[in-house]
């Protein structure tokens, strides 16, 4: 039978030779690769400092913890995420305040953002995932004098007013946390997502859209997040293990200066990273012929909501791509991925969202009624098969079991 899985690893550039240097290095820790591919990485999203780690949960702790995120504070964190975005603000001792998403994006929107603000003025911190690899609507741009927006914007949908979420935040002292684990490379305005909030978070697990295996980045051009993250990632310790090695100063001479993670990424990891960097901008393109393939073969069909994108598909790192059955479908959910599956088709569901795990609906008291887009997504959402290795002949095959499946 046909097996086309939800998703695949695409190693087969440089890694295998970069890790071999590695090795033969002798260095299998942090060292000279990861330097490299901190620079790198960068240098291609366009931040001044990139600190790298061993997930996008740590980069996304330390970010937290840089920013004085404490006990007794409140994070805004989307519901429809990955528990990751929510659990670090647990570690610290602040507490999540859930919100709802946007039908068809599932992005927080400025007006979403703003009626929280209202809602919970002491709120300190927003973790905004740019979901999917679609970029959130981070400011709003005016071409100077005319009243219109510059070419090839992104059209504004809301009626918040003319603020988007970076001003909201700066305009009410909130912190900004970018979790943009599915966002790498997209881009807002034309900008590269990492180069334009306070700090960023980029996730290299293996199934993101490049890879390391396991693996994070934190990006900021704010020197003092930088240099507490660096201290945090490795035991608190005031001088990294590279440093301690290559530096002139001896090299048992340390100091602890806060109780630090043990959050490094291994130069074995880095050195994957380093050749899947090399080829990120091809991915991201196959990636889209996908998203685009799937747009064209399954319009018009009844009983399914496509994803809604409102950012040039240039622009997206299509990192998912999903459908959402609604009320006019002939099967449900669950019916749905069952037929799929017996077509040997994989496919995954992004996500059950956070107000529906035991954890926080207990601990919050959280109710389903208060959620209602993340409801509806949730309800009716599969995700599809989306890398580059998928073939034009294998999208037809899902699309075509698709339709067969809604023509019944
Ligand atoms: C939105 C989001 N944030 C954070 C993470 C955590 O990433 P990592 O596995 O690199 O810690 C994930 C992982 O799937 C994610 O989807």
């Known amino acids: 039978m046909r097996k086309i899985p939800f ?7 440089n890694e295998l030779q970069y890790v071999r240097e590695v090795i033969e290095s002798g260095w299998l820790t942090t060292a000279g690769k990861c330097v490299e591919f901190e620079k790198r990485f960068g240098e291609k999203v366009g931040g001044k400092y990139a600190c790298a780690v061993n997930s996008a949960t740590a980069a996304l702790h330390i970010a937290a913890e840089a920013l004085g995120i404490g ?3 409140q994070v805004f964190v989307p519901t429809m995420t990955f528990t990751a975005s929510a659990e670090i603000i647990r570690y610290l001792g602040a507490d999540p305040v859930f919100l709802d998403v946007e039908y068809g994006t599932c992005l927080i929107t400025p007006a979403i953002l703003e009626a929280a603000i209202r809602q919970y003025p002491a709120a300190k911190a927003l973790v905004l995932v740019h979901f999917g690899g679609q970029a959130a609507e981070m400011t709003w741009q005016k071409t100077a004098g005319s009243g219109q927006r510059a070419a090839g914007s992104v059209e504004k949908t809301d009626a918040s007013g003319q603020a988007g979420i970076l001003e909201i935040c700066r305009r009410h002292g909130l912190k900004l946390i970018e979790d943009a684990a ?12 990492g180069s334009i909030g306070d700090v960023t978070c980029f996730s290299f697990y293996a199934n993101k859209t490049i890879t390391t295996g396991e693996g994070g980045m934190l990006v900021t051009d704010n020197e003092a997040i930088y240099k507490r993250a660096k201290v945090m990632r490795l035991h608190g310790i005031n001088r990294d293990i590279w440093d301690r090695f290559t530096a002139k100063k001896a090299n048992w001479e340390y100091d602890v200066v806060a109780p630090g993670y043990k959050y490094n990424m291994p130069d074995v990891n880095a050195a994957i990273g380093l050749a899947q960097l090399e080829r990120a901008d091809d991915f991201r393109a196959e990636r889209q012929c996908c998203a685009e393939f799937y747009y064209h073969a399954l319009a018009g069909v009844k009983g399914l909501d496509l994803p809604v994108c409102k950012v040039p598909h240039l622009d997206h790192s299509w990192h998912l791509f999903w459908v959402v059955l609604n009320a006019a479908s002939p099967v449900n959910r669950d019916q749905f991925i069952e037929k799929l599956n017996e077509a040997g088709i994989g496919t995954s569901v992004h996500y059950k969202p956070l107000h529906r795990m035991t954890y926080y609906r207990e601990r919050y008291a959280l109710k389903a009624a208060d959620y209602p887009q993340a409801e509806r997504h949730w309800q009716g959402v599969v995700t599809l098969p989306v890398y580059p290795t998928l073939t034009n002949e294998e999208l037809d095959y899902i699309c075509t079991t698709i339709r067969n499946i809604f023509a019944k």
Do not use: L, W
């Open 71 to 73: 006990p007794g504070d």
């Open 182 to 193: 599915h966002a790498f490379p997209s881009r807002y305005q034309g900008q590269m997502i």
């Open 7 to 13: 998703s695949k690893v695409i190693c087969d550039g």
